[in-house]
């Protein structure tokens, strides 16, 4: 497997776990209708998010630089 590769998988990854997280404390939400995940636009809930995310990232439970990090919460909230 490539380099390039290696980093698209570890981006997914990470956008992955953000998601789920995202998810979890209502900054995301699943509309099964369309099969897509929007943003709720809760500011708290967002708030929520980053600092979960970020927890994780220095827990080892997720991979990269603290700006692969933000990155990731920012497209993940279509930011």
């Known amino acids: 497997m490539g ?3 290696n980093v698209f998988d570890e981006h997914d990854k990470r956008l992955d776990v953000v998601t789920t997280i995202g ?3 209502k900054a995301l939400v699943v509309d099964e209708q369309a099969d897509e995940i ?15 995310v970020f927890q994780a990232w220095a827990d ?4 990269g630089e603290a700006e692969d990090i933000f990155e ?3 497209e993940a909230l279509d930011i």
């Open 23 to 25: 998810i979890e404390v």
């Open 60 to 63: 080892g439970k997720i991979d």
């Open 38 to 52: 929007t943003p709720t636009g809760n500011s708290s809930a967002d708030r929520l998010l980053y600092a979960r």
């Open 3 to 5: 380099a390039s590769q």
């Open 72 to 74: 990731a919460v920012q």
